[in-house]
């Protein structure tokens, strides 16, 4: 009965982190509207989250100390350089060249990849509801875009290839973070990772950019400030939270409602297309959802 309840928590906490997480894709493309630049905005986005993680990161303590090693604040740097950092900026640079619909689904890739780097890395199972669940949320991402995937020009490809680097970035954080935030715990260990991406970024910033950022209408820096707060801040920690319930495997197939809130979002906010195949493709993935959410004594 306990597993039950950790099973259903962290799968209804997963799913409000993606959704809100999925929402950067949509503030994203209304912000390159006022020509913008990827590295400004993810600037933007660092530099009004921060401020709340340095709180975090100094009232809140690691909740195992004693089992932190100084290598484990190594790891933390590195993965705090991939995930936050590296990945949302290939992501960033990505969303120039093809619509939010088709970047999630390329980003889709990344449950894959979890798996394949836990295998080859952590030596960890994949087991057949794992396997399962991946085919039926790939079913229902496919039939959910299949209009999507007519690549007819060089862009789209370009944009293509920067999304898929960014999913195996990200999958390579989750990996990590799979394994750190029972140390560090959630509160922590997200801090510690997004302050390290926000040096990173302007990092970036001073040696590659360096032009003012003050030349922009007030509604970038309000965007800028909504993916702060809405698709970082409370996401990030959401996000955490589930992984240290569900683990890095089951977390990363629970993602699959991030391509669907997106085509939704897209609809609303940004005029693309929603047909009833897409409609039919959301059900199959809710479908495939479920498999990672059932009762462990159910057996396949």
Avoid at 73 to 82: A, S, T, V
Avoid at 122 to 149: D, M, P, S
Wanted: glycine residues 8%.
């Amino acid at each position: 009965m306990r597993f039950s309840k950790t099973i259903n928590s962290g799968f209804l906490i997963g799913v409000v982190g993606i959704v809100m997480f999925s929402a950067k894709a949509i503030m994203v493309k209304l912000a390159y509207n006022y020509n913008v630049t990827a590295v400004h905005l993810l600037l933007f986005r660092m530099l009004f989250s921060v401020p709340f993680y340095l709180l975090i990161a100094f009232y809140v303590k690691p909740q195992n100390p004693e089992k932190i090693n100084k290598i484990d604040y190594l790891w933390i740097i590195l993965f705090g350089f991939i995930g936050y950092y590296l990945a949302s900026y290939l992501d960033f640079v990505g969303l120039k060249y093809i619509k939010a619909g088709l970047e999630r689904i390329i980003l889709f890739v990344y449950p894959t990849l979890v798996l394949i780097i836990s295998k080859l890395f952590l030596k960890t199972k994949i087991t057949n509801r794992q396997i399962i669940a991946i085919i039926i949320t790939y079913l229902g991402i496919v039939v959910t875009f299949w209009g999507e995937l007519q690549l007819t020009n060089d862009k789209v490809l370009l944009g293509g290839l920067f999304i898929f680097l960014s999913a195996l970035t990200y999958a390579s954080y989750l990996v990590g973070s799979g394994w750190l935030i029972p140390k560090f715990g959630v509160l922590s260990f997200t801090s510690y990772a997004m302050i390290v991406s926000t040096i990173c970024v302007v990092i970036h910033y001073l040696l590659i950019d360096r032009s003012s950022i003050f030349i922009y209408p007030y509604q970038v820096y309000l965007l800028g400030f909504l993916m702060a707060i809405v698709s970082t801040l409370i996401p990030s920690f959401l996000i955490s939270l589930a992984i240290k319930k569900l683990g890095a495997s089951n977390f990363s197939i629970i993602g699959s409602v991030g391509p669907i809130s997106t085509i939704i979002l897209a609809y609303f906010f940004l005029g693309e297309k929603l047909t009833l195949l897409q409609f039919g493709g959301t059900i199959i993935v809710i479908v495939g959802v479920g498999v990672v959410s059932i009762k462990k004594r159910l057996k396949f």
